[in-house]
């Protein structure tokens, strides 16, 4: 009887210990986006959802794995103006996000490119490319190939959409659904800056 006063007590105490210190990390940790374009080691601010940041965050040179099997490099996208959606195949805010972008090819035609990438990293190329094909997507489809973007944006949300300027600037990123005619509309004014 004793002995099993002493393990439950034990058991106790390790429970409050574990609850304590998981607490106190929580608190400990910092909110919000805090990511930077250098990796965390600039005082430059964070980025904000839906503001256009200018032309000053260059987008890393990132070879994101495709459906293909093909290695591509985000540079060789500059030029036009780049689209990407940040999904999960098992979101269904992904898939109306899908209908979005189909519009906004149809508005914008060769003006733009397209990319979806899982940010899921159980996701295999196999999957993306049969994703593609079962849904009749006309756009390249991969990976966010060692977690790119999902780190810099420190991304909580599937979809979210991030445009890159035709120079290679990270212009703006959006957390959920975004309706083709905003989208547009922000490449618009993107473009006259």
Not at 17 to 34: D, E, Q, R
Not at 172 to 181: K, Q, R, T
């Amino acid at each position: 009887m004793e002995t099993e006063k002493m393990l439950i007590g034990g058991l106790l105490i390790a429970v409050i210990a574990v609850g304590l210190v998981v607490g106190v990390s929580f608190a400990l940790t910092p909110t919000g986006n805090t990511n930077t374009n250098d990796g965390g080691t600039s005082s430059t601010p964070a980025l904000t959802a839906d503001t256009d940041f200018g032309q000053t965050r260059a987008a890393s040179d990132w070879g994101l794995l495709m459906s293909d099997g093909e290695i591509l490099q985000l540079s060789s996208l500059e030029g036009k103006f780049v689209i990407v959606d940040l999904m999960s195949l098992t979101c269904p805010a992904c898939e109306t996000q899908n209908i979005e972008l189909e519009a906004l090819i149809d508005a914008m035609g060769d003006s733009i490119h397209v990319i979806s990438l899982s940010v899921d990293i159980s996701t295999t190329v196999d999957q993306m490319d049969q994703y593609m094909s079962s849904n009749a997507l006309g756009w390249p489809h991969g990976l966010d190939t060692n977690s790119a973007f999902t780190y810099y944006f420190n991304l909580r949300y599937t979809p979210t959409m991030v445009i890159i300027d035709a120079d290679g600037y990270i212009r703006m990123y959006h957390e959920g659904v975004w309706n083709s005619e905003d989208m547009q509309s922000s490449i618009s004014l993107m473009d006259h800056t």
